[in-house]
């Protein structure tokens, strides 16, 4: 089974923290993304990943960064929270077309 | 980019009844289409997809169907149950090479026992 794993499942952090996110696959997918996943807004996309360094922005990238320094590991870094940035993050990696999903971030900034 | 509008927000059905949900997109170059079920408090998982070479595609309860013309493509749940109660998703991405995939907003299915 694939498994992408994400850090943390909560996260409560304060405005103007810098945020780490961090996720792990380990079945050598190429692709990675990261989403944010907000009621009546669906996934929207962030940063996504093609290859080990090299990113790409998404939808929403304001306000976000990403790391990719190993296929397996890709990095959001949030430089420094908001209160609009409170939301569930969602990364996934994919081969071919499937996306392969973590459990999910909750962050909450206060 | 990519658009992709999904229909309706929220659904409710009876158990026993089907479910129809549908999705637009706007780039005519997407040729992937996956749907995905989220259950409450768990990650998306892929449940069924069709590509742009295919009309239609079935496997048990549910079905996908794709017009490329009007470049729309829906969602057909049967004899629904409760466990098909979840939040789905319609997608849109260009297969080969790396995809960037465009997510619809998502429709939460109620199936009424």
């Known amino acids: 089974d694939v498994k992408v794993t994400q850090s943390s499942r909560y996260l409560v952090k304060r405005t103007g923290e810098k945020v780490f996110l961090e996720c792990v696959q380990d079945?050598?997918?190429?692709?990675m993304f990261w989403y944010r996943q907000d009621p009546g807004l669906g996934l929207r996309l962030i940063y996504f990943?093609?290859?080990?360094?090299?990113?790409e922005k998404g939808d929403i990238p304001e306000g976000y960064s990403v790391s990719r320094e190993k296929k397996e590991r890709f990095s959001l870094i949030l430089e420094s929270a908001s209160t609009n940035q409170t939301s569930m993050y969602l990364c996934?990696?994919?081969?071919?077309?499937?996306?392969?999903f973590g459990q999910g971030t909750r962050l909450t900034v206060v | 980019g990519e658009n992709v509008e999904q229909h309706p927000s929220t659904l409710s059905v009876q158990e026993g009844d089907s479910a129809v949900i549908k999705c637009t997109y706007s780039?005519?170059?997407?040729?992937?289409f996956p749907w995905y079920k989220q259950e409450l408090g768990k990650r998306p998982q892929l449940i069924i997809d069709?590509?742009?070479?295919?009309g239609e595609k079935k496997d048990q309860r549910i079905a996908v169907t794709l017009n490329k013309t009007a470049k729309h493509f829906s969602l057909h749940i049967t004899e629904t149950q409760p466990e098909d109660s979840a939040v789905y998703f319609c997608?849109?991405?260009?297969?080969?090479?790396?995809?960037?995939?465009?997510f619809g907003t998502g429709t939460k299915l109620q199936v009424i026992p």
């Open positions: 996934a990696s994919s081969v071919n077309t499937e996306a392969f």
């Open positions: 079945m050598d997918h190429e692709n």
């Open positions: 997608a849109a991405s260009r297969d080969g090479g790396y995809q960037k995939v465009t």
């Open positions: 780039d005519s170059a997407s040729n992937y």
């Open positions: 069709i590509r742009s070479n295919v």
């Open positions: 990943s093609y290859d080990v360094k090299m990113k």
